[in-house]
């Protein structure tokens, strides 16, 4: 090994041992295919050895390449890691990261950001919802959000960049006096007859009302009609308690007076978060945050589904196709993945309940 390895020699390599296709890595890394497989040709001359087979058909790592994958990956985990850690003075704008609410699965990777990389600075937004965030991303507004990718538009999901982070347990929030409330868990089957509030009517949180009317179809649970966005946990409260609603949340969520929230099972439903960032943000603060919410993860197997859970098709095939594999990055996100380690939002809260 050259005692200089140039990181971007490296990253070339390691893009294109984890897709085995240089059209890929090559809009993974947002350059041209010929400036990338230069700089491979380039390492495998610094190290007097081939790295890849390369034929019309197929790409694949020769036992140098497999030897040096690893190693390679490690440099650059430390050489972003130090980058992000102390960021050149006044070399990067504040970082606007959606987290919904003060509590959740978004708040927890903002929190442990913050802490990973204190010379960065990250400003958290409190948006209702992940379709009314993603508008704010694409406008230019913001710059991360955490939520249900699966139920964005299309056109829109196309222009985002967006990795797995937690498949979050649902809920009902309850009446301590309701029939239901004295359970530990609330079969599914229990709410047959029952209307809980679902945020229909709020234009910024499309995605979760039609998880909502996905888990309540064939089930006869009814979704309490529109109501105008609710801003605000006080006022989150106000209504719900004035209007006497049940709420289908998540098992992270805010505490309300004279309410409990239940597990809900047989099945389990899940509702899937993503981190979701705009395609070809290059901000040492996104680095970091994937980073993060890849280790919370994987250390409190967020990506784990309970057995008997329930998860609409196609959230569970993008939610699939998308999460790290081992530490290898999304092919689909085409964002530069550089970090492997060895190693809720609660989606329905007060700003997302209106």
């Not at 991303?137 to 299309?154: E, H, K, T, Y």
């Not at 996104?286 to 197997?301: D, F, K, S």
Request: with cysteine; proline share 8%; glycine share 8%.
């Amino acid at each position: 090994m050259p005692r200089d390895a140039d990181p971007r020699l490296l990253r070339s390599f390691v893009a294109v041992a984890e897709e085995l296709h240089f059209t890929r890595a090559a809009a993974r890394l947002f350059v041209a295919q010929q400036a990338l497989s230069r700089d491979v040709r380039r390492l495998e001359r610094e190290l007097g050895a081939e790295l890849l087979v390369r034929t019309t058909r197929a790409v694949a790592l020769t036992p140098d390449g497999e030897r040096l994958l690893p190693y390679a990956r490690r440099v650059l985990a430390a050489h972003d890691e130090l980058r992000d850690a102390w960021p050149a003075q006044g070399s990067e704008r504040p970082l606007l990261v959606d987290v919904s609410a003060p509590v959740g699965t978004g708040a927890r990777v903002l929190a442990a950001a913050r802490a990973e990389a204190p010379g960065a600075e990250f400003v958290a937004r409190y948006i209702s919802g992940l379709t009314g965030a993603a508008a704010e991303i694409l406008a230019g507004r913001l710059d991360v959000s955490f939520g249900r990718v699966a139920g964005l538009d299309p056109a829109v999901r196309a222009a985002l960049c967006h990795q797995p982070v937690r498949f979050e347990r649902m809920a009902v929030l309850l009446d301590a006096e309701h029939r239901l409330a004295s359970l530990a868990e609330v079969p599914l089957a229990a709410l047959a007859g029952e209307t809980l509030y679902v945020a229909a009517g709020n234009p910024a949180t499309l995605e979760w009302t039609d998880l909502a009317e996905r888990l309540f179809a064939g089930r006869g649970i009814a979704a309490a009609a529109p109501f105008p966005e609710i801003a605000g946990e006080e006022e989150f409260v106000r209504v719900v308690r004035k209007r006497g609603w049940s709420v289908l949340a998540s098992t992270e969520f805010m505490e309300v007076p004279g309410m409990v929230v239940r597990p809900l099972t047989s099945p389990v439903p899940l509702a899937p978060v993503s981190m979701v960032w705009r395609k070809g943000l290059a901000h040492p603060g996104v680095r970091v945050l994937r980073r993060v919410a890849e280790r919370c993860a994987a250390t409190h197997g967020w990506l784990t589904r309970p057995p008997g859970s329930w998860l609409p098709e196609p959230d569970l095939s993008l939610m699939a196709a998308d999460a790290p594999d081992a530490g290898r990055p999304s092919r689909t996100s085409r964002d530069t993945w550089t970090h492997v380690h060895s190693s809720v939002r609660y989606i329905q809260r007060p700003g997302a309940a209106g």
